[in-house]
């Protein structure tokens, strides 16, 4: 796999558009993860500071997609402000680990779902890989609910995988392959 690529693209689902973050994107960025929500279920750090959004958007993200990855900020269709960022890693070696947030805001419209659907449609019949996955907290009610309704399929919990926060946690996996029903209608 190389590790130059095209341009990253702009992908459109019915409520968002995926897009690259920008180096304007910070403010918002440093604003929504303030959020207790993100900064308890997610692994950003903690306090997060405006340094902290300005290096995910100027270097994090765009490292990212250089290296065969993608981090894009979800933007509400309806608005066209970013309201959330998702990405996926291990896109080389055909599993992307997908992770999100929306800013707490915009929660409650269905905008994590249709982000979710719209990169794991990318992933599968674009990026050609053979699974995307995601791990979520069992306590995490609100991701457990977006992993289901985007189509995937929960494989299992598996023990002490995860450490976040200093603690370490078991996590529901969740996966959708290209044959799976749901996969057909991303
Ligand atoms: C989890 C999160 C991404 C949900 O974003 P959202 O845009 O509000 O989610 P959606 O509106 O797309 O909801 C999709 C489904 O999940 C349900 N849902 C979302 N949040 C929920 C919550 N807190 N409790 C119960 N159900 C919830 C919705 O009702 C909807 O269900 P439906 O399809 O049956 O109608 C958002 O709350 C968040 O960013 N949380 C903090 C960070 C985080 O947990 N990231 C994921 C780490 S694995």
Same mark, same amino acid.
């Given at each position: 796999?190389?590790?130059v690529r095209?341009v990253?693209p702009?992908l459109?689902g019915?409520k968002?558009?995926l897009r /690259? ?5 910070? %403010?918002? !960025? +440093? $604003?929504?993860?303030q959020? @207790?929500?993100?900064q308890r ?5 903690s306090p997060?500071?405006?340094a ?9 993200? /765009?490292?990212?997609?250089?290296q065969g %990855?993608? !981090? +894009? $900020?979800?933007?509400?269709? @309806?608005?066209g402000?970013?309201?959330g ?13 997908v992770?999100?947030?929306?800013a707490?805001?915009?929660?409650g419209?269905?905008?994590a779902?249709? $982000?979710?659907?719209t990169?794991a449609?990318?992933c599968?019949r674009?990026a ?6 995601l ?6 009610t609100?991701?457990?609910?977006v992993?289901?309704a ?11 995988r995860?450490?976040?926060?200093g603690?370490r946690?078991d996590?529901v996996?969740y ?7 749901a996969?057909?209608?991303?």
């Amino acid at each position: 796999m190389t590790t130059v690529r095209d341009v990253q693209p702009v992908l459109t689902g019915s409520k968002v558009r995926l897009r /690259p973050w920008t180096a304007d994107d910070a %403010d918002v !960025v +440093f $604003a929504a993860c303030q959020d @207790a929500e993100i900064q308890r279920w997610t692994t950003v750090p903690s306090p997060y500071t405006r340094a902290d959004a300005v290096g995910y958007v100027t270097t994090f993200a /765009p490292r990212a997609w250089e290296q065969g %990855d993608a !981090v +894009f $900020a979800v933007v509400d269709a @309806a608005s066209g402000e970013p309201v959330g960022s998702i990405g996926a890693h291990g896109i080389p070696d055909g599993v992307a680990h997908v992770g999100y947030w929306v800013a707490a805001a915009a929660r409650g419209r269905g905008l994590a779902r249709d $982000a979710l659907r719209t990169l794991a449609r990318w992933c599968l019949r674009e990026a050609g890989v053979a699974r995307v996955e995601l791990v979520v907290d069992p306590a995490n009610t609100g991701s457990l609910r977006v992993a289901e309704a985007a189509g995937f399929t929960a494989e299992g919990t598996l023990r002490q995988r995860l450490v976040v926060r200093g603690r370490r946690i078991d996590v529901v996996m969740y996966s959708l392959l290209p044959g799976d029903a749901a996969a057909q209608d991303l």
